[in-house]
């Protein structure tokens, strides 16, 4: 039954991505024909300063940027904790089983739960799932910081209320799908304990053990592709802040109206960097997965279709805006896009 639950989450997972991927690829092709799916497309991608003045109905501001960070924030930092609780007390990698007085044989009946109850592959990923939630968590509590201290938007700046929507829905999809494979598991975990709280009480509860190598020592223990992973991930990252900071220091003051060409960093190569930097952050993920979670690569190629249909956009309004900018820069993949 709980196998039949993972799938049919990973599944649910799965088809949303490919049903917000395939719109957006077919209204990329360059056939006259679907110029009006590109069309509407792009009224939905434009944002900020690509979106026109006559295109401002069905819009929101652009500063509600910050409602995804603050939701992508809370609801990462809860499957985090919540998984790498469950992934400490129910499938240590190593442990004594003098050292198994805690939570798990109040939630079993008394019983101790030892490694052999669950296989290798189910341990695997549950701490692989707290794995790259860590990084996520470094995105989202990066991005809310610049949010709120970084950016500076225009009053005017808008974006489309369906933008803002898929904001939304894409925050709280992501890192679902970084922990798909245990997300049940973990539910388990979390209502059994709650229910066991309120029927004993709270003076009834045992004090928890906490060993702080335990509590580590099994992402230290995961494969090399984790920790290329996490360094092509802080690759992207530090770019990113590198970008967004550039972006954030174009204008003087919040109320400033007029733009101008960024430079330094990746600027130097493609238009969007901080898009690039986003697409290889997503790409740290399958790097991390050595590439086995068909959940993760449709995450990644929706972020993606996504970034890359927005930055076209963004590199033909620079070269509309700017007589002067460079020609050598491509919109968002170097040599390639």
Not at 106 to 128: C, D, K, N
Not at 150 to 173: E, N, Q
Request: proline share 4%; hydrophobic share 50%.
């Amino acid at each position: 039954m709980e196998l039949e639950m993972h799938t049919i989450l990973a599944q649910l997972l799965r088809l949303a991505w490919i049903a917000g991927t395939l719109p957006i690829l077919i209204a990329s092709i360059p056939i006259s024909r679907l110029n009006f799916l590109h069309t509407i497309f792009l009224g939905f991608a434009r944002r900020g300063k690509i979106m026109h003045s006559s295109s401002l109905k069905f819009t929101l501001p652009q500063r509600f940027f910050l409602h995804f960070y603050i939701v992508a924030s809370i609801w990462t930092t809860f499957l985090l904790v919540t998984t790498w609780c469950y992934a400490y007390t129910m499938v240590p990698s190593v442990r004594e089983s003098s050292a198994y007085s805690t939570i798990t044989s109040y939630l079993i009946g008394g019983s101790v739960l030892r490694t052999g109850s669950t296989t290798m592959l189910q341990r695997h990923a549950v701490w692989q799932a707290v794995f790259l939630l860590l990084l996520m968590e470094a995105q989202v509590l990066r991005r809310l910081f610049e949010t709120i201290y970084v950016f500076k938007y225009s009053p005017s700046a808008r974006m489309h209320i369906l933008g803002y929507l898929t904001g939304m829905f894409f925050y709280l999809a992501a890192p679902m799908s970084l922990c798909a494979d245990c997300a049940f598991d973990v539910l388990y975990f979390l209502v059994n304990l709650v229910t066991k709280f309120i029927v004993v009480g709270k003076d009834h509860m045992p004090p928890v053990e906490v060993e702080l190598w335990q509590v580590v020592n099994p992402l230290v223990k995961l494969g090399w592709k984790h920790w290329i992973g996490a360094a092509v991930f802080f690759w992207g990252w530090i770019h990113q802040q590198r970008c967004h900071k550039i972006l954030g220091s174009l204008r003087d003051s919040r109320q400033a109206e007029e733009y101008a060409i960024p430079h330094g960093d990746w600027f130097e190569i493609v238009s969007s960097p901080h898009y690039l930097s986003e697409i290889v952050i997503y790409g740290s993920f399958v790097v991390a997965t050595g590439g086995s979670d068909l959940t993760i690569w449709l995450l990644l190629v929706f972020v993606l279709a996504n970034l890359s249909f927005a930055a076209v956009e963004t590199h033909r309004w620079y070269h509309q805006k700017f007589e002067d900018y460079p020609r050598s820069r491509f919109a968002v993949i170097p040599y390639i896009l």
